[in-house]
T-cell receptor, first 115, second 113 residues
Framework: AQSVTQPDIHITVSEGASLELRCNYS??????LFWYVQSPGQGLQLLLK??????LVQGIKGFEAEFKRSQSSFNLRKPSVHWSDAAEYFC?????????????FGGGTRVLVKP | GAVVSQHPSRVICKSGTSVKIECRSL??????MFWYRQFPKQSLMLMAT?????????EQGVEKDKFLINHASLTLSTLTVTSAHPEDSSFYIC?????????FGQGTRLTVV
């Protein structure tokens, strides 16, 4: 069975500082990997995704993530956070070959941004 | 990007009544739709997968008679919470997919009083 672990429940970062959110997955086949952001009371917005190819993927809002197969990780990074980046972030894994792409989500990491 | 509209965004209902939540793909045909539930400060848990024209597949522990899912067309799926109770209060989110990527609705906050 597939699973996703986000080790950090909360992260507090100063505005302008760099941010890294960890994500580890367990999946028997080649995974689809996603990062989503959720503002309070809202749905999910896709930040970026990895299917194949270049293991460093660029997303929206200045985010990037690196797929490391050897470590089963897909960590999300941003060089300089803005106050508007305060939100909940979810890593998710889906089946590469499955139509419809049922996703398994990690527990989420809440990011707080200090002025 | 593809747009998924979920309605209503918020609903308050009395205990024992039923509530219907709609999920529409506005600019693409969704062969598969998913319904998730999210408790406060927790992650999303998949409830069921629905394919157009067939019965939904429920995840273990989800009562199919309580959470009725209908996927009558390629652009619409509905989730009906029947005989709602306070413990059903939650945030429900749908996603729609036409292939390898899923697009999410904005969610529905259900409060049962």
């Amino acid at each position: 069975a597939q699973s996703v672990t986000q080790p950090d429940i909360h992260i507090t970062v100063s505005e302008g500082a760099s941010l890294e959110l960890r994500c580890n997955y367990s999946y028997g086949a080649t995974p689809y990997l996603f990062w989503y952001v959720q503002s309070p009371g809202q749905g999910l917005q896709l930040l970026l995704k990895y299917f194949s190819g270049d293991t460093l993927v660029q997303g929206i809002k200045g985010f990037e993530a690196e797929f490391k197969r050897s470590q089963s990780s897909f960590n999300l990074r941003k060089p300089s956070v803005h106050w508007s980046d305060a939100a909940e972030y979810f890593c998710a894994v889906g089946a590469l070959q499955a139509a419809g792409n049922k996703l398994t989500f990690g527990g989420g990491t809440r990011v707080l941004v200090k002025p | 990007g593809a747009v998924v509209s979920q309605h209503p965004s918020r609903v308050i209902c009395k205990s024992g009544t039923s509530v219907k939540i709609e999920c529409r793909s506005l600019d693409f045909q969704a062969t598969t739709m998913f319904w998730y539930r999210q408790f406060p400060k927790q992650s999303l848990m998949l409830m069921a997968t629905s394919n157009e024209g067939s019965k939904a597949t429920y995840e273990q522990g989800v009562e199919k008679d309580k959470f009725l899912i209908n996927h009558a067309s390629l652009t619409l799926s509905t989730l009906t919470v029947t005989s709602a109770h306070p413990e059903d209060s939650s945030f429900y989110i749908c996603s729609a997919s036409s292939g390898s990527e899923a697009f999410f609705g904005q969610g529905t906050r259900l409060t049962v009083v």
